[in-house]
């Protein structure tokens, strides 16, 4: 069973930051699974795209963190699968999103960075 931790973030760069670091002490490297893909700066620079659509914006990201148990193996379809159902039912539609599994504990568990605001300058509530 999947168990995911919804927060707030503040700029989406940093946000882009973290989940995409390389960790030097773990083998495997973070792995983008679904959303936005391309170079760190690439990434950030689609995000920044929308950004623009409305700079009043202060938490322009929120971070979703979705964990599962540790005997629990879910193939990579599944986590993307369940990555896009919680971004509908969170209303997180037509904004950049970024699917990242890391590999750096002892249970599997990706990272959801969603921008807030949509190609049209709304926003998604907090």
């Known amino acids: 069973m999947a168990i995911a931790k919804v927060g707030g973030t503040g700029s989406s760069a940093g946000a882009i930051n973290y989940v995409l670091s390389e960790n030097k002490e773990e083998t495997k490297q973070p792995e983008i699974l679904a959303g936005s893909f391309g170079t760190m700066a690439e990434i950030k620079q689609e995000f920044e795209a929308y950004n623009k659509q409305n700079p009043r914006i202060k938490n322009q990201a929120t971070h979703i963190s979705v964990s599962f148990s540790q005997s629990e193996r879910v193939k990579t379809e599944k986590k993307i699968e ?44 907090e």
């Open 82 to 125: 369940l990555a896009e159902k919680l971004l509908e039912k969170l209303d997180f539609k037509n904004v950049p999103y970024l699917v990242v599994e890391h590999f750096d504990k002892d249970y599997e568990h990706f990272h959801i960075i969603a921008g807030r605001i949509r190609d049209n300058g709304t926003t998604v509530k």
